[in-house]
């Protein structure tokens, strides 16, 4: 029994981005840098009193026996 070579036929997408993607995907970044420095010097407190909730909620509805987060 001999084997033949398995050939593929694959399809390679052009790598070349327009560049209006570039922009956009280049103002898209900056806002999500803008918005993670506005989160990171946020003082007010809402994480803190918000996650005990967020925490407890994901373990409630936890898809297996492991829990989420250690105690």
Do not use: K
């Not at 036929?9 to 995907?25: G, H």
């Not at 918005?35 to 407890?56: A, C, F, H, K, N």
Request: charged share 35%.
């Amino acid at each position: 029994m001999s084997r033949e070579p398995v050939t593929h036929i694959v399809d390679v997408p052009n790598t070349e981005t327009p560049w209006r993607d570039l922009t956009s995907q280049h103002t898209r970044n900056e806002a999500v840098i803008c918005l993670l420095e506005e989160w990171m010097t946020d003082e007010s407190g809402y994480d803190e009193e918000v996650w005990p909730i967020v925490r407890q909620t994901i373990e409630e509805h936890r898809s297996s026996y492991r829990r989420r987060f250690d105690d």
